[in-house]
C-alpha cells in the first residue's frame, strides 16, 4: 500500500540550528515525491520535488531508494522557516493523485 | 498569473443537506484535484478531473461526487451530508505532463451541525 509517514508532529528548534524534518514512503514503483508548505495564513505551497534536486529557501532533500526515505534538511534555521511541513507521494498514470503525511509542524525560535 | 480560486470561503449545512464547492484552476491547467483535510486525518485525496473526465476517486462514499466544466473548472457535490463531513476541502490544479506538482486554493472550511 502507499503511505507516507511523517514521524514528528512537532519539531522546535532555536534559530540557526539545522533542522531536519523526516519523510519515509511505501510505494512500489518509481516514486514522485514533494515537499509542500504551508505558512501562516497561507495557502499550501510547493516547497521542492525530489525529481528537481533543486535547493529552495536553503532547504534540500534527497531521495534515498533503500532507506525509502525524503528527508527535509536546513543547515541553519530561520524564524521565517516557521510552518508547517507536508510530505506527498505523487503517483503516475491513472494512479495520479498526491498521497499524503499528516505533516510536521516547524517551530523556529528566536 | 491568477492562481487557483475556490468559492465559497466557508458553508455551513445540516445534516442531510448536500453542499457544492466550487474551484477555479490556473488558466491552462486541465487537471483538478480535490482534497478533505479533516482534524487529525490530514489530507485525503477525493477526486481527478481531467479534460472533463473523473480519472481516479479515493476511499470515499459515492454520495462524493463532481464534475468538471468545459473551461476546465469544478464542483465538488457532497450529498446526505454527515458529522464527520466537516473538513476544509482543498483543490488542486496541475498541468498533464508537468509532473504531479500541484497549485492548491485556499481552501473551503465546510461545517455540518
Known amino acids: 500500500a502507499q503511505r507516507v509517514t511523517q514521524p514528528e508532529k512537532l519539531l522546535s528548534v532555536f534559530k540557526g540550528a539545522p533542522v531536519e524534518l523526516k519523510c519515509n514512503y511505501s510505494y512500489s514503483g518509481s516514486p514522485e515525491l514533494f515537499w509542500y508548505v504551508q505558512y501562516s495564513r497561507q495557502r499550501l505551497q510547493l516547497l521542492l520535488r525530489?525529481?528537481?534536486?533543486?535547493s529552495i529557501k536553503g532547504f534540500t532533500a534527497d531521495l534515498n531508494k533503500g532507506e525509502t526515505s525524503f528527508h527535509l534538511k536546513k543547515p541553519f534555521a530561520q524564524e521565517e522557516d516557521s510552518a508547517m511541513y507536508y510530505c506527498?507521494?505523487?503517483?503516475?498514470?491513472?494512479?495520479?493523485?498526491?498521497?499524503w503525511g499528516l505533516g510536521t509542524s516547524l517551530a523556529v525560535n528566536p | 498569473e491568477a492562481g487557483v480560486t475556490q468559492s465559497p470561503t466557508h458553508l455551513i449545512k445540516t445534516r442531510g443537506q448536500q453542499a457544492t464547492l466550487r474551484c477555479s484552476p490556473i488558466?491552462?491547467?486541465?487537471?483538478v484535484y480535490w482534497y478533505q483535510q479533516a482534524l487529525g486525518l490530514g489530507l485525503q485525496f477525493l477526486l481527478w478531473y481531467d479534460e472533463g473526465e473523473e480519472r481516479n476517486r479515493g476511499n470515499f462514499p459515492p454520495r462524493f461526487s463532481g464534475r468538471q466544466f468545459p473551461n476546465y473548472s469544478s464542483e465538488l457535490n457532497v450529498n446526505a451530508l454527515e458529522l464527520e463531513d466537516s473538513a476544509l476541502y482543498l483543490c488542486a490544479s496541475s498541468l498533464v505532463g508537468m509532473g504531479e506538482t500541484q497549485y492548491f486554493g485556499p481552501g473551503t472550511r465546510l461545517l455540518v451541525l
Open positions: 488558466s491552462g491547467h486541465t487537471s
Open positions: 506527498a507521494l505523487g503517483g503516475a498514470g491513472n494512479n495520479r493523485k498526491l498521497i
Open positions: 525530489h525529481i528537481s534536486r533543486e
